[in-house]
């Protein structure tokens, strides 16, 4: 049971260029969010999905797009990187939408862009 | 003004010492709380969970919760130097988990 996982870890970009931002989980969770993390401020959510095709903008949702296609996936993709964008992304999901259900988290992408 | 203030330290305690940290908030309408854990590298971890006001245990872990002075704490009692790490506090109006708002976490490090 690996739960959730990410990749990559570490990525630098070039300005205006384009990734995605891969997220996997094995829980059958049908919650998934993502979120940034930058330094000195506290997570915000990006975009969040409540299942296979449903998906919907969080705080901070410019400059990205999300697809989710199956239960277990949730890419996020990054079109024409800003400085702006240089951040710790997580991704997490959870098997209910309240909050008192945990969360659970990946590791992280750290991206910088340049 | 942050919706969420939280001291980023870092704090820096002896092992077995108490740890009490802190957020307020500005919102009146946060109803639920949250402490999470953050490793050096890794995603949050979900410590504490606590409704309204009031205090919750769990082990060494006590949350406490002062609607009145819009103010929250986690205290650590016996710390131990794997209690090492980022805490973030977070919160909701409405319980959900779609509209928490994060602190800016405070790092923690107990020396052995």
């Known amino acids: 049971n690996a739960g959730v996982t990410q990749t990559p870890k570490f990525r630098i970009l070039k300005i205006g260029q384009s990734m995605t931002l891969q997220c996997t989980q094995d829980m059958n969770h049908n919650y998934m969010y993502w979120y940034r993390q930058d330094p000195g401020m506290g997570l915000k959510l990006i975009y969040y999905s409540v299942g296979a095709g449903i998906t919907d903008k969080g705080e901070v949702p410019n400059g990205y797009n999300v697809s989710r296609s199956t239960t277990e996936d949730f890419p996020l993709r990054l079109e024409l990187a800003a400085p702006s964008q240089t951040s710790v992304y997580f991704c997490?999901?959870?098997?209910?939408?309240?909050?008192?259900?945990?969360?659970?988290f990946g590791p992280g992408t750290r991206l910088t862009v340049l | 003004q942050k919706e969420v203030e939280q001291d980023p330290g870092p704090l820096s305690v002896p092992e077995g010492a108490i740890v009490s940290l802190n957020c307020t908030y500005s919102n009146s309408a946060f109803q639920y709380f949250m402490w999470y854990r953050q490793y050096s590298r890794k995603g949050p971890e979900l410590l504490m969970y606590t409704y309204s006001s009031g205090n919750k245990e769990d082990g060494r872990f006590t949350a406490q919760v002062d609607k009145s002075s819009k103010y929250i704490s986690l205290f650590i009692r016996d710390s131990q130097p794997s209690d090492s790490a980022t805490y973030l506090c977070a919160m909701t109006p409405s319980g959900s988990a779609r509209q928490l708002t994060f602190g800016s976490g405070t790092q923690l490090t107990v020396l052995p």
């Open positions: 997490a999901s959870s098997k209910t939408s309240g909050s008192r259900d945990e969360q659970f």
